[in-house]
């Protein structure tokens, strides 16, 4: 029977702090896996590290960790992508030699142990197996009000994402090669994985608070990622505005009306309040309309240039 292989890919950004401790603790876990499976179909695990250009020790840290054990390797991007571009080109290469695939943050805030827990659902027969927090006592209040309002707005988009799951998961080679067979430039990972079906599971976990560092997505990098996230999955946004627009278009009617009536009823040099609000109300809607539909037509101009998604500076094999 063939021998299965793991690897766990590790998106990287600034990471010295904990990187070292993060891939010791990886590494002893891939060995418990290997040791659970060793009797079913025996189980080979490596590490992917995806250095997201970081301006800190984190590469080198890298070097001196495939030294120790070449069961570590790396990718190295020419500069910051983010973090979805980061997980993108670690199952990229990963897929090449792996069976399975887990992804997971570096300050290790999912918990490691539930890899042992994706694996045997795996063996079993589930291609994507989704981490959930069932508990995100770890987030501070903004955090999680905001993230509750962002699922339920995709939710009212009609944007389907199992909830509580950032990018902690496992999936199987099939299922890497079909979300790699996306070819879209805005890739929002977590909204594409439920479109590619398969036989999927989830494992709950608790979200722990980082060990170090601190958290490498401020407030403006979450909203770009959170708007990312609607406009590459849904194009939701340019309904509404339809439908603002018959709105306003049958208010506008109510509006012919009134101002007939009070023609003729010779009440008509009243009108300087109401005019001066729908003339505001009127153009402010359509600022907006135009704003979302230049955002989609933006969207459109980058996946038609269809620039590459990272570049890799160094690759240690
Ligand atoms: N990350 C990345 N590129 C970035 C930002 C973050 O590769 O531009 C990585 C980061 O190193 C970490 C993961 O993405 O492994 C999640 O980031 P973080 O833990 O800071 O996010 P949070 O848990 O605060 O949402
Ligand atoms: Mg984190």
Redesign the pocket.
Known sequence: MKIQKLTII??????SEILVNSVHRLLAIEDQVAEQHADMLGMRADIVI?D?GSTDQTWSLVEKLHKENPRVRGLQFSR?F??QA?LLAGLQEAVKTADFLVTI???L?DDPEKILDMVSMAMDGDEIVYGVRNNRESDTWFKRTTAQGYYWTLHVLGVELVPNHADFRLMSKRAVNTLLSYPERNFFIRGIIPKLGFKTGEVDYKRTP?LAGE???PLK?MLSFAWEGITSLTIAPVRLILCLGVLACFLSIGMVIYAIVMKILGLTDHGWSSLMVSLWFVSGIQMISLGVIGEYIGKVINEVKGRPRYTIQTIIE
Do not use: L, M, T, W
């Open positions: 590790i998106p990287a950004f600034n990471e995806v997201d910051n983010g973090h980061a943050d570096a300050d805030q980082r958290s490498k997505y990098k």
